[in-house]
């Protein structure tokens, strides 16, 4: 919406990571001014006559629920401000890890006790990092990385350290999972305007096409 003066216009930009509301002025070379803080999101402005600024600011809680498949209440181990996505339980059932959004706009896996308890920081890349699942062994995870660049899938270790390639970086690679002897990796690979399933030995190998 235009300012009352007309020489800027107030708009909804999410380019500090959190969606505010931010002044431009329309003045070549001007830069833009942040209006509103906070995790958001700000949208639907409106100005009135005298300047005073009216919006919308949708403050949601995010959960994350374990539910007794043999009846009983869910139990709330986690809320959170931003998502949280693509619960995985690990191998032996005590622990969950989880893709959470943070304040800046980037995602990253964190686990947490499946009985409840504090939730740990897994990873601290610089591009958003989802989707998770646990090596058969539980003694690492997989994910991968989701961004502008191509997608790689990452393993590190379930206490935590630097993350590495499981596959050539060239590939736009999603969704990663181990099979049950660890020993093949089922993955996503987009090619231009498509995306396949592949299976590729963990050990090196070439990857190949299960899905046309």
């Given at each position: 919406?235009?300012?009352?003066?007309?020489?800027?216009?107030?708009?909804?930009?999410?380019?500090?990571?959190?969606?505010?509301?931010?002044?431009?002025?329309?003045?070549?070379?001007?830069?833009?001014?942040?209006?509103?803080?906070?995790?958001?999101?700000?949208?639907?402005?409106?100005?009135?006559?005298?300047?005073?600024?009216?919006?919308?600011?949708a403050r949601t809680r995010n959960a994350l629920l374990v539910y007794p498949l043999a009846g009983g209440d869910a139990r709330t181990l986690v809320t959170h401000a931003a998502p949280l996505w693509a619960p995985r339980f690990s191998p032996d059932g005590s622990e969950l890890a989880f893709s959470r959004m943070e304040a800046d706009g980037l995602?990253?896996?964190?686990?947490?006790?499946?009985?409840?308890?504090?939730?740990?920081?897994?990873?601290?890349?610089?591009?958003?990092?989802?989707?998770?699942?646990?090596?058969?062994?539980?003694?690492?995870?997989?994910?991968?990385?989701?961004?502008?660049?191509?997608?790689?899938?990452?393993?590190?270790?379930?206490?935590?350290?630097?993350?590495?390639?499981?596959?050539?970086?060239?590939?736009?690679?999603?969704?990663?999972?181990?099979?049950?002897?660890?020993?093949?990796?089922?993955?996503?690979?987009?090619?231009?305007?498509?995306?396949?399933?592949?299976?590729?030995?963990?050990?090196?190998?070439?990857?190949?096409?299960?899905?046309?």
């Open positions: 919406v235009f300012t009352r003066d007309g020489r800027g216009v107030v708009h909804v930009s999410n380019r500090a990571g959190a969606t505010n509301l931010w002044l431009m002025p329309l003045q070549a070379g001007s830069a833009a001014v942040r209006l509103t803080s906070g995790p958001g999101p700000d949208t639907g402005p409106s100005l009135a006559q005298d300047g005073t600024l009216a919006f919308l600011s995602w990253h896996i964190w686990t947490l006790p499946a009985e409840g308890g504090a939730p740990r920081q897994l990873t601290a890349g610089k591009v958003p990092e989802i989707y998770p699942s646990y090596a058969p062994d539980g003694s690492s995870l997989l994910f991968f990385t989701w961004g502008r660049e191509p997608s790689r899938v990452l393993r590190v270790a379930r206490a935590g350290g630097v993350p590495g390639p499981v596959l050539p970086e060239a590939l736009n690679l999603s969704y990663p999972d181990l099979s049950p002897d660890g020993l093949r990796l089922v993955v996503s690979v987009s090619e231009r305007d498509r995306v396949r399933v592949h299976v590729a030995p963990v050990a090196g190998g070439p990857l190949r096409p299960l899905t046309e």
